[in-house]
């Protein structure tokens, strides 16, 4: 990695939008983590996370499930970089001043980026979400079409399409009765980052390539345009490391506060152990190529690859576990999608634990 401008500062309000990630219970990988690895997250923090759910009432709780459990809201994170915004009560503020058409881009970004993923259409620069949500119409149809897209999360999209005006106000009213809960916290939580600040500053701005290879355990490739590193730790964020590209060549990395060297490396050794566990049964194997075509209901998997109900079940389970594959309930059914970038992911990891890059 070139030399890059590095900073290192603390935001409280990454810690408020990663906790409402927790209270929606959309980070099952990094939950697979921790059960495999035998090792609890912070006492206090999931004690803050319990007062905090016991805080909102159902229908807030409800809320931050439609809107924080992917695929809307991820954009959220780079309007925090982009619009300088440090104090927790600013958010619903700046997200009430943006258009229903700016809203819809920060609400549906996964969407649009899934929908692109998809065929070049439409989708070959920056301004592509704009383009598509110029004719609203066609851009349903697109939404329902999208084969990756459960059909729980096409509903949530199409919800949205439809009424962008109320949807904003939705996401509004829930920032604004969140922060009066989140607020008593945010003092403990900037010292819990102001200590680790103080404790990786100078490795970090030092070696930032050592930091993000060996502590962060991201591909320096992933960061190789980047002209500026801003590195923003997160109590809430133990094991995952998100990457924001705010604007281009400048990358802001949020990332855990309590992990030591050897226990990230005691983490990845158990996950690739339970990684070639799974690869290790020609069934699930079978599994994972139907799942790679397109998601199946769990009955139809059993059926495809000739297995009981009972038995297919527990092979997803151990899949499950390693954050290998996803499930959306459908009445009374779950059906499951392969999470592709993790597969790629955990078989990169197994071929450097292997060879000791």
Same mark, same amino acid.
């Given at each position: 990695?070139?030399?890059?401008?590095?900073?290192?500062?603390?935001?409280?309000?990454?810690?408020?939008?990663?906790?409402?990630?927790?209270?929606?219970?959309?980070?099952?990988?990094?939950?697979?983590?921790?059960?495999?690895?035998?090792?609890?997250?912070?006492?206090?923090?999931?004690?803050? @996370?319990?007062?905090?759910?016991? &805080?909102? &009432?159902?229908?807030?709780?409800?809320?931050?499930?439609?809107?924080?459990?992917?695929?809307?809201?991820?954009?959220?994170?780079?309007?925090?970089?982009?619009?300088?915004?440090?104090?927790?009560?600013?958010?619903?503020? /700046?997200?009430?001043?943006?258009?229903?058409?700016?809203?819809?881009?920060?609400?549906?970004?996964?969407?649009?980026?899934?929908?692109?993923?998809?065929?070049?259409?439409?989708?070959?620069?920056?301004?592509?979400?704009?383009?598509?949500?110029?004719?609203?119409?066609?851009?349903?149809?697109?939404?329902?079409?999208?084969?990756?897209?459960?059909?729980?999360?096409?509903?949530?999209?199409?919800? @949205?399409?439809?009424?962008? &005006?109320?949807?904003?106000?939705?996401?509004?009213?829930?920032?604004?009765?969140?922060?009066?809960?989140?607020?008593?916290?945010?003092?403990?939580?900037?010292?819990?980052?102001?200590?680790?600040?103080?404790?990786?500053?100078?490795?970090?701005?030092?070696?930032?390539?050592?930091?993000?290879?060996?502590?962060?355990?991201?591909?320096?490739?992933?960061?190789?345009?980047?002209?500026?590193?801003?590195?923003?730790?997160?109590?809430?964020?133990?094991?995952?490391?998100?990457?924001?590209?705010?604007?281009?060549?400048?990358?802001?990395?949020?990332?855990?506060?309590?992990?030591?060297?050897?226990? @990230?490396?005691?983490?990845?050794?158990?996950?690739?152990?339970?990684?070639? /566990?799974?690869?290790?049964?020609?069934?699930?194997?079978?599994?994972? /190529? &139907?799942?790679?075509?397109?998601?199946?209901?769990?009955?139809?998997?059993?059926?495809?690859?000739?297995?009981?109900?009972?038995?297919?079940?527990?092979?997803?389970?151990?899949?499950?576990?390693?954050?290998?594959?996803?499930?959306?309930?459908?009445?009374?059914?779950?059906?499951?999608?392969?999470?592709?970038?993790?597969?790629?992911?955990?078989?990169? /990891?197994?071929?450097?634990?292997?060879?000791?890059?």
């Amino acid at each position: 990695m070139k030399k890059v401008d590095v900073s290192i500062d603390t935001n409280p309000v990454f810690e408020m939008l990663l906790s409402l990630n927790r209270i929606a219970d959309s980070d099952r990988l990094e939950s697979s983590y921790f059960e495999n690895a035998n090792y609890t997250p912070n006492a206090r923090l999931a004690e803050i @996370i319990f007062e905090l759910k016991n &805080s909102l &009432s159902m229908f807030y709780r409800q809320e931050i499930s439609f809107f924080f459990d992917k695929p809307v809201c991820s954009l959220l994170w780079d309007f925090v970089f982009s619009e300088d915004i440090h104090d927790i009560h600013l958010l619903s503020a /700046k997200v009430a001043e943006l258009s229903d058409l700016d809203a819809l881009k920060h609400l549906l970004c996964d969407v649009i980026e899934t929908i692109c993923q998809r065929g070049p259409a439409n989708c070959e620069d920056e301004n592509a979400s704009d383009r598509l949500l110029a004719d609203l119409k066609s851009f349903e149809e697109r939404v329902v079409e999208c084969k990756e897209l459960s059909e729980a999360d096409q509903q949530k999209a199409l919800e @949205i399409l439809r009424y962008p &005006s109320e949807a904003k106000q939705r996401l509004i009213r829930l920032l604004e009765q969140y922060v009066t809960v989140f607020a008593p916290y945010v003092a403990e939580l900037e010292e819990l980052d102001k200590a680790e600040v103080e404790r990786s500053s100078s490795s970090c701005i030092a070696n930032a390539q050592a930091f993000v290879t060996n502590y962060l355990k991201i591909n320096a490739n992933i960061i190789e345009p980047a002209k500026q590193l801003v590195f923003i730790p997160n109590a809430f964020s133990e094991i995952l490391t998100y990457i924001i590209q705010p604007e281009k060549g400048k990358f802001v990395l949020v990332y855990g506060t309590f992990i030591s060297k050897k226990r @990230i490396l005691e983490k990845r050794s158990e996950e690739i152990k339970q990684f070639l /566990k799974v690869l290790s049964e020609e069934k699930r194997i079978e599994m994972i /190529k &139907s799942l790679a075509v397109k998601p199946a209901l769990g009955s139809d998997l059993a059926r495809q690859v000739g297995l009981t109900n009972a038995t297919a079940s527990y092979h997803l389970t151990m899949m499950l576990g390693i954050g290998l594959i996803d499930y959306e309930r459908v009445g009374q059914r779950l059906h499951y999608a392969l999470k592709k970038d993790v597969l790629k992911d955990l078989l990169d /990891k197994a071929y450097q634990d292997l060879v000791n890059l």
